[in-house]
């Protein structure tokens, strides 16, 4: 578990066990500017290049935290289908509140280890 600081608040965030997942841990903690992309992610591109493990997505799923051609950081806001491929790193878990919070635009994400805050 990490957790995801957005416009002042606060969000866990489950990782997966995947070793880009691991990688994505050792650069925390993790302030970025993430841009709004097609009105349904935020995403970065980082300079690290993660080791991936690229999926179909198929379905995305509002908090879902993934890697687009293995140093692109996208959180997803929306569900909706999709046949781009990607490395999933793991999901926010409180989506109620995630749409809101990111609104239009782009803004910054601060991820931190739970023991650095």
Known sequence: MIQAI???QTFEVELNNSQAA????ALLPLTVI????????KYKHLETHFTVDNQPAEQIRAGDL???SGNGLAL???DFFSSYTYTD???????ERLTSTLGT???SVTFTGLDEL
């Open 6 to 8: 957005i416009n002042n």
């Open 22 to 25: 691991q990688e994505f841990v």
């Open 34 to 41: 993430m841009e709004d992309v097609n009105g349904n992610e």
């Open 66 to 68: 993934k890697l687009w």
């Open 76 to 78: 997803f806001y929306k």
């Open 89 to 95: 790193l793991g999901r926010i878990l409180d989506t």
């Open 105 to 107: 635009g782009s803004l």
